[in-house]
């Protein structure tokens, strides 16, 4: 399993980023797809899943802000995420299972 994230970078309060995840080395469609961030100083948080079915779950800290979408012909999944504030700092992951990106780092700040 490889999955490599991109897409991070410094955003001021407000504004957007996209970030992708291209997996390989399973059988993409058929699996539960979540990112997770770790903000300096703190405990991993999961942010989005996406199950096959495209049924997607969201923690209450970012509702309404991120969305998570997949697309399984090029098994890429994507987070956009808009209103950033300098909390969503962190190194956003890419997880299948128990396999993890190296992440990607986000910074919100003016």
């Known amino acids: 399993v490889q999955l490599v994230e991109s897409g991070g970078g410094l955003a001021q309060p407000g504004g957007s980023l996209r970030l992708s995840c291209a997996a390989s080395?399973?059988?993409?469609?058929?699996?539960?797809m979540t990112w997770a961030r770790q903000a300096p100083g703190k405990g991993l948080e999961w942010v989005a899943q996406?199950?096959?079915?495209?049924?997607?779950y969201y923690p209450d800290s970012v509702k309404g802000r991120f969305t998570i979408s997949r697309d399984n012909a090029n098994n890429k999944i994507f987070l956009q995420m808009n209103s950033l504030q300098p909390e969503d700092t962190a190194v956003y992951y890419c997880?299948?299972?128990?396999?993890w990106g190296l992440g990607t780092q986000v910074t919100v700040s003016s």
């Open positions: 997880n299948v299972d128990a396999d």
């Open positions: 080395g399973f059988s993409f469609s058929d699996y539960a």
């Open positions: 996406m199950l096959p079915s495209g049924t997607t």
